[in-house]
């Protein structure tokens, strides 16, 4: 019998994490399905980062939990062995380099993909080093045109505006290829017309690239507008696991947001 079930390509159970005294993640579990944009949302210090950071291994969950993706263990694993798997990452700050242009940044990302050595680079002309070189631009040409920043692809991404800067960021992390991209507040900063363009280019990654996201992002209307799923963490636990429209409606979210005044829930929580 047919199924339109998809396959869970990331589970984590019991995650927790702790700072000295402070639990900053406790016993936190959820699955991630393939293909799907999954949102991470909570108050501010709920922990959403550090759960992003245990899953790209920048931060080591405590023993007894465990996070699979596509049955690979990650926990205790190198955080560039994660990102060999397939595991893409853009950062809250903008990570580009100022001194480069948008085409260099962009050919950074690909670092993962070069498979030549020292030795062919050495003799670039000669070797298997230029093709590969000239397939990875070309990967990379057609990011900048998916992105709509041709206009800006010679251009130094330290005299780029914050928008375009938090767009090239992101066209970097296309460039590993990645399976599952890890995107921490993507929009921050941005104005109505950038975060528009933004949500519209996540949208049409996932569509197009069947790429599977994990979003953490403050704008309860972009979350509500392209999330399939919504994970929501409280001082480090996880309090709501729905659709939109589910947490939009959980009453623990709601009290989680905006305490008890239910006239104003029902307002400020789409």
Sequence with gaps: MATNEKKVILAASDISLRFGGVKALANVDFEVSSGEIMAIIGPNGAGKTCLLNCINGFYHAEPGGSLRYNGRELLGMKTHNIAKLGIGRVFQ?????????????????????????????????WSKAKKEELE???????????????????????????????????????????????????????????????????????EERNTTMILVEHDMGVVMDIADHIVV???????????????????????????????EREVCLP
């Design 93 to 125: 700050g903008i990570q580009t380099y100022a001194g480069m242009t948008t085409l260099d940044n962009l050919m950074t990302g690909m670092h993962l993909r070069f498979t030549h050595g020292t030795f062919a680079a050495c003799f670039y002309f």
């Design 136 to 206: 990875n631009r070309r990967k990379v040409e057609e990011i900048i045109d998916f992105l709509e920043i041709e206009h800006i692809r010679k251009s130094y991404v330290g005299e780029l505006s914050y928008g375009l800067r938090k767009r090239v960021d992101f066209g970097r992390a296309l460039a590993m290829e990645p399976d599952l991209l890890l995107l921490d507040e993507p929009m921050a900063g941005m104005n109505l017309e950038e975060k528009e363009d933004m949500a519209r280019f996540i949208l049409d990654v996932s």
């Design 233 to 263: 963490l409280d001082f480090g636990k996880k309090i709501a696991d729905g659709t939109p429209s589910e947490i939009s409606k959980n009453q623990a979210v709601l009290a989680a947001y905006l305490g008890e005044a239910e006239e």
